[in-house]
């Protein structure tokens, strides 16, 4: 199982900004498909945004406009940065990979162990 390593999770008022981070080893971060997923209390996890190795991204409708997904060569590290914050934003923020774009938004093979974030209105 691969190791995704996820941090930035926390509290914040509507409207605050938090950033996710995700490290993965290669291959997965140089060759594979990553992104997020979350999952609310009592919901079912949903997919939030995802980036390919050529930068191509993806992103929820819920979330367009207000995350956005980068990669970071240097650091073999994904970020997820979440602004206007709303308090439905709120769930555990799960980091996953895949090789193919279209299993990542889907049903990705591999995931980190997640890390909460928590909007308050």
């Known amino acids: 199982q691969a190791q995704l390593a996820e941090s930035g999770g926390g509290l914040v008022q509507a409207g605050g900004s938090l950033r996710l981070s995700c490290a993965a080893p290669?291959?997965?971060?140089?060759?594979?498909?990553m992104g997020w997923f979350r999952q609310a209390p009592g919901k079912e996890r949903e997919f939030v945004s995802a980036i390919m190795w050529s930068r191509s991204a993806r992103y929820a409708d819920s979330v367009q406009g207000r995350f956005s997904i980068s990669k970071d060569d240097a650091k073999n590290t994904v970020y997820l940065q979440m602004n206007n914050l709303k308090p439905e934003d709120t769930g555990v923020y799960y980091c996953?990979?895949?090789?193919?774009?279209?299993?990542?938004?889907?049903?990705?093979?591999?995931w980190g162990q997640g890390t909460q974030v928590t909007v308050s209105s």
């Open positions: 290669d291959p997965i971060f140089s060759n594979y498909a």
């Open positions: 996953a990979a895949d090789q193919s774009m279209g299993k990542m938004i889907t049903r990705p093979n591999y």
